[in-house]
């Protein structure tokens, strides 16, 4: 299973910009204390996450952001948020938001885009998710930068933008939300509501579907000569929470186009990224306390599941040298896609 179920979060070649009015310092003291939308290694505000939040346990969204999808290890989560910020940045681009329009960020997560946006001087932006922590975290943040009054907080589904009026929106854009969205049409029309004639859809999405074809082998990216019967079993575990029809799975490129064409965008505009690349260097703990999205089990989980502790140990011993020394190849792809509502 390489890149199956992996979001394809910091794999798209950066564009570099700066805007740097409004910053969040990443400051490093454990859980979701802090986060960075800024990614940037300037100095800023520093922001904690609310303690009641921080207290009870989070749900599966806030938790994978805040620790699964880096392993729990802090530098690694650094430079996935440094390694985001481009995105961020391409997407906004892509969106030619223009001062003090109003933008929706639908699956908004810990604000990435949204934060972006104010930033660029966004006139509201509304963040929107099914996460309440995530809700909530956006809130705190909103609140500690000083720029609440320019925010509101929608607890809403892709599918169904409950509480966004209609033709309310300048510019909606989305992170990697739709791979865990079933219904993706109905994502597409609802965006559609909610814009102005003339408002703009940016998008970016993992395409995972690029790392199923027929080149895969081994596992995760990694050759698994002599232990391939481990290896499928521990796959297996990932493949019976998220086959093939999975929402992370069912769609590729074309499918984004023809889903935004048949919603009543035009014109629509879709930029394929492709790498197939060495896999650098990673250490072993984080690879094993990973996971590719959030409603899988790290690979140290889907072990424990799926072997005995004799087997365990020759799977590690097989994979470990290959993770530590690069030795696999990733095969990733994702799509930027921009739209407009016809006026
Ligand atoms: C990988 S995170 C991306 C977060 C954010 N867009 C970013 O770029 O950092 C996926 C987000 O989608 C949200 N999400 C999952 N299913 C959703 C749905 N059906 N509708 C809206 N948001 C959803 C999750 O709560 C999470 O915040």
């Known amino acids: 299973m390489p890149h199956s179920r992996v979001e394809a979060a910091t794999s798209c070649p950066p564009v570099v910009r700066s805007t740097n009015s409004l910053r969040i310092r990443y400051s490093e003291s454990g859980g979701l204390t802090s986060r960075s939308v800024n990614a940037r290694p300037d100095p800023g505000l520093s922001v904690r996450h609310p303690v009641d939040v921080e207290a009870k346990k989070r749900d599966i969204w806030a938790e994978w952001l805040a620790e699964r999808r880096s392993g729990g290890d802090s530098a690694v989560r650094a430079k996935q948020l440094e390694g985001l910020a481009p995105v961020r940045d391409k997407v906004l681009d892509r969106a030619r938001l223009a001062p003090g329009e109003r933008l929706l960020d639908v699956g908004c997560g810990e604000g990435l885009i949204g934060f972006g946006a104010l930033e660029r001087g966004a006139g509201h932006v509304v963040f929107s998710d099914i996460s309440d922590d995530l809700l909530e975290f956006c809130r705190a943040t909103a609140e500690s930068l000083g720029v609440l009054e320019r ?193």
């Open 151 to 343: 925010c509101s907080f929608v607890r809403a589904g892709a599918e169904e933008l409950v509480g966004v009026d209609d033709a309310s929106m300048d510019v909606v854009t989305t992170r990697s939300v739709l791979i865990y969205v079933s219904d993706k049409r109905r994502a597409f029309t609802e965006a559609l509501r909610v814009l102005r004639p003339d408002g703009r859809i940016s998008l970016f999405e993992p395409i995972n579907r690029f790392g199923m074809d027929e080149r895969r082998d081994g596992f995760w990216g990694y050759p698994s000569n002599g232990v391939a019967d481990l290896a499928e079993r521990v796959e297996a575990v990932y493949g019976q929470i998220q086959p093939p029809d999975d929402p992370m799975l069912d769609f590729d490129e074309r499918d984004l186009v023809r889903l935004a064409e048949d919603a009543g965008f035009f014109p629509i505009e879709l930029e394929l990224q492709a790498e197939v690349h060495a896999i650098h260097p990673r250490s072993w703990p984080v690879f094993l306390n990973s996971s590719g999205n959030p409603k899988i089990p790290t690979i140290a989980e889907a072990m424990e599941q799926s072997l005995t502790p004799e087997e365990r140990e020759r799977f590690a011993e097989h994979l470990r040298p290959l993770v530590e020394e690069g030795r696999g190849v990733s095969r990733m792809a994702c799509a930027y896609l921009t739209a407009v509502k016809p006026g």
